[in-house]
């Protein structure tokens, strides 16, 4: 299992990160601790990817207004959200979307159907993906330790737990 974390680990998180990478980021910095990935690489290949995949969601809006509003009719309630926290907060929603589950996808490409500039976004983009990754990958690594030391032979087994902890956070978003 370890030879094949180190073998496809990173790309794996690259993969995932795309979309979102929350969850994936933070087993990654779980498998930091624990020796089998590099904590600096994972946060540098998860940022790059999510930084790339709002990018994308963002300038896919920008360039075809009619799949993207087609694409987020079924998420009514969810966009509805994302252009008050726009209005609420401005630029500052960039960062805010970052870390909360349900509108990580939906405010690229709602404020690419605006008029905001692609180049502001793409900058504030940069500076909270970076900090979305430092933060996440590093409080990952740290929980690391407790969380493998409450599984000292089975790391396996304490991954399992987080997994099951985000999974039921997950879906207590989802019902909300």
């Known amino acids: 299992m370890e030879e094949l974390i180190r073998d496809w680990g990173y790309i794996a998180l690259f993969a995932y990160s795309f979309g979102g990478g929350f969850v994936g980021l933070v087993f990654a910095g779980i498998l930091s601790y624990a020796g089998d990935l590099n ?97 996440v990958g590093y409080a990952s690594y740290a929980a690391g330790e407790v969380i493998l030391s409450s599984a000292d032979e089975f790391k396996y087994v304490g991954l399992g737990i987080v997994a099951v902890i985000l999974l039921t956070v997950s879906y207590y978003f989802r019902k909300i």
């Open 39 to 135: 904590l600096f690489i994972c946060i540098l290949v998860a940022g790059v990817s999510n930084f790339l995949g709002d990018q994308f969601l963002f300038f896919l809006a920008r360039k075809n207004k009619a799949y993207a509003k087609d694409m987020m009719k079924k998420y009514g309630r969810k966009i509805a959200m994302a252009h008050l926290l726009m209005r609420k907060y401005g630029s500052f929603v960039v960062f805010f979307q970052k870390y909360v589950y349900g509108i990580k996808t939906l405010i690229p490409l709602a404020m690419g159907l605006t008029k905001y500039s692609g180049i502001k976004f793409s900058i504030l983009n940069i500076f909270a993906t970076a900090l979305w990754a430092t933060v």
